[in-house]
């Protein structure tokens, strides 16, 4: 099945102002269903407050040691990165209520995104701390060095980058968070992460469904914006300390890999959309829907190459563990 875009398109250039007046309609009604469907909840209710205990410093309590934590070594290491990224808000708030405005539907939805995604940090802190998962002195000299770098996007050359960027980000940090809580060896936790999880796909369905209406109203900028970001993705939580070492770890724990981020990612986005089906492009559209194709199925090829890298090593690690006994 192909599709077309809207009789209003043109393959005219829109100016990212026209676009957001444009678009201001379509943020309103699904920032009202978001809010109809959003359910409110509490992060206090999701940490273990009876396991907590003073920790050395200032209190004279007891220093952190791995042996406190009941959280897998994977789900440590990705935890870290998951709330790191999450600590990360105010730069990403600044971006964009810069980008989008303060004021009208755009505003009022910016508001609330950040406004929950505060709680996700709220949380995963809370319960880092009180179950004591991972080593606090560490944590807080990663925020600190993750948050004195800032932040600035990948995606500023216009608003249709960045609306087609969180449409994949949110959903890439929904599997993430879901995944890491699969993985990590503690109910609790996965319970915790499972809630946040929620809030990601919302926060996905939002911006998904506003790109869709983008590619009705400017099929061939919208396309380009798609293809760049699609091509060039990389989680916000990029530039933070040890973060490649950390992203190879997840990657082989199967928290966040190429496979994944093909499979469960990318695809389901772009079926969507009907990205790689839309007809009546100009030659711009075109040549981006093409190069979009090319690179999902090169991207299809590397993430078996990386599947069989993975299971050998794994297999491997068995081995020496068997033979140890």
Same mark, same amino acid.
């Given at each position: 099945?192909?599709?077309?875009?809207?009789?209003?398109?043109?393959?005219?250039?829109?100016?990212?102002?026209?676009?957001?007046?444009?678009?201001?309609?379509?943020?309103?009604?699904?920032?009202?269903?978001?809010?109809?469907?959003?359910?409110?909840?509490?992060?206090?209710?999701?940490?273990?407050?009876?396991?907590?205990?003073?920790?050395?410093?200032?209190?004279?309590?007891?220093?952190?040691? *791995?042996?406190?934590?009941?959280?897998? !070594?994977?789900?440590? &290491?990705?935890?870290?990165?998951?709330?790191?990224?999450?600590? #990360? =808000?105010?730069?990403?708030?600044?971006?964009?209520?810069?980008?989008?405005?303060?004021?009208?539907?755009?505003?009022?939805?910016?508001?609330?995104?950040?406004?929950?995604?505060?709680?996700?940090?709220?949380?995963?802190?809370?319960?880092?701390?009180?179950?004591?998962?991972?080593?606090p002195v560490e944590l807080e000299r990663f925020r600190m060095a993750h948050m004195s770098e800032g932040f600035e996007s990948d995606?500023?050359?216009?608003?249709?980058?960045?609306?087609?960027?969180?449409?994949?980000?949110?959903?890439?940090?929904?599997?993430?968070?879901?995944?890491?809580?699969?993985?990590?060896?503690? *109910?609790?936790?996965?319970?915790?992460? !499972?809630?946040?999880? &929620?809030?990601?796909?919302?926060?996905?369905?939002?911006?998904? #469904? =506003?790109?869709?209406?983008?590619?009705?109203?400017?099929?061939?900028?919208?396309?380009?914006?798609?293809?760049?970001?699609?091509?060039?993705?990389?989680?916000?939580?990029?530039?933070?300390?040890?973060?490649?070492?950390?992203?190879?770890?997840?990657?082989?724990?199967?928290?966040?890999?190429?496979?994944?981020?093909?499979?469960?990612?990318?695809?389901?986005?772009?079926?969507?959309?009907?990205?790689?089906?839309?007809?009546?492009?100009?030659?711009?559209?075109?040549?981006a829907q093409e190069e979009l194709g090319l690179f999902m199925e090169g991207l299809d090829g590397q993430a078996t190459k990386f599947?069989?890298?993975?299971?050998?090593?794994? !297999?491997?690690?068995?081995?020496?563990?068997?033979?140890?006994?």
């Open positions: 099945m192909t599709i077309s875009p809207s009789p209003l398109a043109t393959s005219e250039t829109w100016t990212d102002a026209r676009l957001l007046y444009a678009l201001e309609e379509v943020v309103e009604t699904e920032l009202n269903r978001h809010l109809t469907v959003a359910k409110d909840w509490m992060p206090h209710e999701y940490v273990p407050w009876s396991e907590g205990r003073d920790f050395d410093g200032v209190m004279g309590g007891e220093p952190w040691a *791995p042996e406190q934590s009941k959280v897998s !070594a994977i789900g440590r &290491t990705a935890l870290v990165v998951n709330l790191l990224t999450e600590d #990360n =808000l105010p730069s990403y708030h600044h971006e964009i209520a810069t980008l989008f405005g303060r004021d009208g539907a755009w505003g009022n939805w910016v508001h609330r995104w950040t406004a929950e995604e505060g709680r996700h940090g709220i949380v995963m802190r809370d319960y880092l701390l009180t179950t004591r998962a991972v080593d995606n500023r050359h216009s608003m249709l980058h960045s609306v087609a960027y969180v449409a994949f980000q949110e959903l890439a940090t929904r599997i993430s968070h879901r995944n890491t809580g699969h993985h990590s060896g503690d *109910p609790v936790c996965d319970r915790m992460l !499972a809630r946040i999880a &929620t809030d990601e796909n919302l926060h996905m369905v939002f911006y998904r #469904n =506003l790109l869709r209406k983008a590619f009705e109203l400017a099929p061939d900028q919208t396309m380009a914006a798609v293809r760049d970001v699609v091509v060039n993705f990389r989680m916000p939580g990029h530039g933070m300390p040890g973060f490649e070492r950390a992203a190879a770890q997840m990657a082989i724990g199967g928290i966040y890999n190429l496979r994944i981020h093909h499979d469960d990612v990318l695809q389901p986005v772009l079926r969507f959309l009907k990205a790689l089906d839309i007809s009546g492009l100009g030659p711009e559209g075109l040549a599947d069989e890298r993975r299971e050998a090593l794994l !297999a491997r690690r068995a081995a020496r563990r068997e033979a140890a006994g």
